[in-house]
């Protein structure tokens, strides 16, 4: 079992930043990915960023430039720095751990980010 534990989110304008912190605890395997996904009102969930414990990353192209992603293995904690943020970032996000080529998987329950024009 893996836990994973979501902090950082909140109420922002236009323009501003946020940084979203993700923590693992639990059976961590020691190649992963940990990553970030977000799901609007109306919408389906979709990828945001992804990062492997190799450190290969993986953007949505609606992010990149802007959202950058990061991970301390040893803390087992993957981090969502987002500038300049846009009205439509806002959604849930949500934390995701996998392992074993995807089909270990584990979500984490989410928080909101909302983006005021």
């Known amino acids: 079992q893996v836990q994973l534990v979501e902090s950082g989110g909140g109420l922002v304008q236009a323009g501003e930043s946020l940084r979203l912190s993700c923590a693992a605890s639990?059976?961590?395997?020691?190649?992963?990915?940990m990553g970030w996904y977000r799901q609007a009102p109306g919408k389906q969930r979709e990828l945001v960023a992804t990062?492997?414990?190799?450190?290969?990353?993986n953007y949505a192209d609606s992010v990149k430039g802007r959202f950058t992603i990061s991970r301390d293995n040893a803390k087992n904690t993957v981090y969502l720095q987002m500038n300049s943020l846009k009205p439509e970032d806002t959604a849930v996000y949500y934390c995701?751990?996998?392992?074993?080529?995807?089909?270990?998987?584990?979500w984490g329950k989410g928080t909101l980010v909302t983006v005021s024009s």
């Open positions: 995701r751990y996998s392992a074993a080529y995807g089909t270990v998987n584990y």
């Open positions: 639990g059976s961590i395997a020691s190649i992963n990915t």
């Open positions: 990062r492997t414990s190799g450190g290969s990353t």
